[in-house]
């Protein structure tokens, strides 16, 4: 049974999310004395895709019960409900309340929210693993009942943009935390460091982070023995093009600070120009400082920060920076801040204000990645999310990296082409699926050629739309 195949992969990935689940849920149910129910809200989300995916009549098969009732068994705290009783449960249901589980199957569900969370915080993918699994469930009940019918096909694709959607501001619920809202508990800095390692490219970043630990250990040990402390800066300037990793690094830069007692809360605010400049003089000081205070104790990581100053009269982004620049002095025993760019903006940036040159000692330059630390990256997103590529899937995404920086701009997304590429991929996957009279699992698991969609071409540098 396609079921089966299937349950021995959502067990193995599932277990892998628990604790993270748990993690995200306990910080942000840490003034309540109950147990997050962590299984329960991965249970009614799978629930109310099965449901919605039965078809336009809003009635379930028996077909279709009998997946449900399998999905119950993968759950140790659910008891069992025969196909039978299911069917004639969900039968019974009322237009309304058929009504209202199609509105929650069209909102990002909570355990997805809550890894999206995770991720931003840890830099990890996991998300993708559970947005794997929906999906796979979803084409599992599709072919329950062996027809493939068009509301099915056209939920499969409501449900995709849902899963993959950045922004899950409209995902409303009443537990929608927003990433910097939620402070996840400090790990070793040796942790850090670990998963730092562990990246894809990034050597000079390494390095340099390497060194800004070691100054900041040494310092504690002479405060530790009552000798004079080494004066630096801690504040960081990051050159790089987009998608280079400054945010991941930014994260974990945050931890090690927290880690090493600089920093007393070691979370990351992220914010640019319009979160820092507002439309009129007088408020954008008001504006900054708000910013400022939710970053106390942590990082602000400003990106794209050249665009405070800009070229001609720009009285807001002076404004701006001014204020920064006594906010950090300060505060400058309780923050951090980290601003990025392009390089060459980034140096123009610096060089329109000696109060940043003398802030901003200490520069990490983020190179853009080769092909094949790209393929390297993609490839960590796919076996994220349970999956493997086929050897002629894998050929075919050098290739396309290849090509891609070949005819790069300043502007070539570098990790993020690489997302792009994975998601587009996915759903890619998900088309071929649906069509199939029977799926095993080797089939879940493997990303075949036909599946390497590059992305959207109004995206994609004119030689390489001219390849793919």
């Avoid at 355990?111 to 929906?134: K, S």
Wanted: charged share 25%.
């Amino acid at each position: 049974m396609q079921f089966n195949e299937f349950s021995s992969h959502f067990v193995e990935i599932v277990s892998s999310l628990l604790e993270p689940l748990s993690e995200v849920a306990h910080a942000i149910q840490e003034e309540s004395d109950s147990e997050p129910e962590v299984l329960e809200d991965l249970y009614n989300s799978f629930l109310v895709i099965g449901i919605c995916m039965c078809g336009a009549d809003s009635r379930l098969n028996i077909a279709e019960a009998e997946v449900l009732s399998n999905l119950e068994q993968l759950f140790p705290d659910k008891s069992y409900t025969s196909p039978e009783i299911m069917h004639t449960a969900l039968g019974n249901q009322s237009a309304e309340q058929w009504e209202s589980m199609d509105s929650l199957a069209r909102l990002k569900p909570r355990p997805l929210r809550f890894l999206e969370v995770y991720d931003n915080a840890y830099g990890t993918d996991l998300a993708d693993a559970l947005r794997h699994l929906y999906l796979a469930f979803a084409v599992i009940m599709a072919n329950a009942d062996g027809t493939f019918q068009e509301d099915e096909s056209d939920f499969l694709e409501e449900l995709k943009n849902v899963l993959y959607e950045s922004d899950c501001s409209t995902s409303s619920s009443e537990d929608v935390i927003p990433p910097e809202s939620l402070q996840i508990a400090g790990r070793p800095v040796e942790d850090a460091l670990i998963e730092l390692d562990g990246l894809v490219g990034l050597a000079p970043v390494k390095l340099e982070v390497g060194n800004l630990v070691n100054l900041l250990k040494v310092n504690g040990i002479r405060k530790e023995r009552g000798l004079p402390v080494l004066q630096a800066s801690n504040h960081l300037v990051f050159y790089g093009n987009p998608g280079t990793g400054k945010t991941t690094i930014a994260r974990l830069v945050a931890e090690i600070y927290k880690g090493l007692e600089v920093l007393t809360k070691g979370h990351l605010i992220e914010t640019d120009r319009s979160g820092l400049v507002a439309g009129y003089l007088g408020q954008t000081a008001i504006k900054v400082k708000e910013v400022v205070e939710s970053a106390l104790g942590g990082v602000l990581f400003i990106d794209e920060a050249y665009t405070l100053s800009q070229e001609g009269n720009d009285s807001y982004g002076k404004e701006a920076i001014d204020t920064l620049l006594k906010l950090m002095e300060d505060h400058r025993h309780d923050l951090v801040v980290i601003v990025a760019g392009y390089p060459r903006k980034m140096a123009a940036f610096l060089e329109s204000n000696p109060g940043l040159q003398s802030r901003f000692n200490r520069h990490l330059d983020f190179p853009d990645y080769s092909p094949l630390e790209l393929q390297l990256v993609f490839e960590g997103m796919i076996k994220n999310a349970g999956l493997v590529l086929s050897g002629k899937a894998a050929a075919k995404s050098m290739q396309i990296f290849t090509s891609a920086l070949n005819s790069k701009d300043e502007s070539f997304g570098n990790g993020r082409f690489a997302r792009n590429l994975f998601d587009s991929s996915v759903a890619k996957q998900a088309n071929r699926l649906i069509t199939l009279s029977h799926i095993d699992d080797e089939a879940l698991r493997t990303l075949k050629v036909a599946d390497i969609k590059a992305p959207d071409r109004s995206i994609l540098p004119l030689a390489l739309a001219a390849n793919c």
